[in-house]
């Protein structure tokens, strides 16, 4: 099914180990982004991508980076993980027309 | 600061309708979006306005005001399937969208 696929589904992982979100999409979307959903808050943007070679911050990037080497993929890393950074982890892509976002089915991570 | 309001939840019987309230505060304005989000899954697209009015698209249909920084969602002949969160978000003048927190909608039978 053609869409957006993300790995791992769900991690528990140590504080202060590094972690990598995947995320890849066979859409040919231009534009990609990363965001954490916690109860209670609306979807908050962690880093965004418009176009292969480029990435840009969002509201809530402190901890986290990402790259776009291609089109189809963009990791989000952790490098050094905290507890605050437990949440539930959405990347998606937009088409360059409607604007309408894409989902993938989400990483659930949990820093211990 | 950038806002969207929207009640964190509601309930509804089978068979009703229900209207689901967004208010926003943005810098800038470039499109409503409604998104459908079941438990442990991801959002999926429901509708899209630009323009003042009404869109319909089968049991549902999403009214913006632009004047007045106000949009709903409007669900017709509800079916337990329709139990979801509701997520309402404003696309500012950077084009960055912003997110309400969320509407839970219980249906019941």
């Known amino acids: 099914t053609a869409g957006i696929t993300q790995a791992p589904t769900s991690q528990i992982l140590a504080a202060g180990r590094s972690m990598t979100l995947r995320c890849t999409q066979d859409m040919r979307h231009n534009a990609m982004y990363w965001y954490r959903q916690d109860l209670g808050l609306g979807l908050r943007l962690i880093h965004y991508s418009n176009t292969a070679g480029t990435t840009g911050k969002g509201e809530v990037p402190d901890g986290y980076s990402v790259s776009r080497a291609n089109t189809d993929d963009f990791p989000l890393t952790l490098a050094s993980a905290v507890p605050s950074q437990t949440s539930v982890y959405f990347c998606?892509?937009?088409?360059?027309?409607?604007?309408?976002?894409?989902f993938g089915e989400g990483s659930r991570l949990t820093v211990l | 600061g950038q806002n969207i309001d929207q009640p964190t939840e509601m309930t509804a019987t089978e068979g009703a309708i229900v209207q689901i309230n967004c208010t926003y505060q943005t810098s800038g304005f470039n499109g409503l979006f409604w998104y459908q989000q079941h438990a442990g899954e991801a959002p999926t697209f429901l509708s899209y306005n630009v323009l003042d009015g009404l869109e319909e698209k089968g049991r549902f249909s999403s009214f913006l005001s632009r004047s007045k920084g106000y949009s709903y969602l409007l669900l017709k002949e509800l079916q337990m399937k329709d139990s979801a969160s509701y997520l309402c978000a404003v696309k500012d003048s950077n084009y960055q969208l912003i997110w309400g927190a969320g509407t839970k909608l219980i249906i019941k039978p």
């Open positions: 998606a892509s937009s088409d360059s027309e409607t604007g309408e976002l894409f």
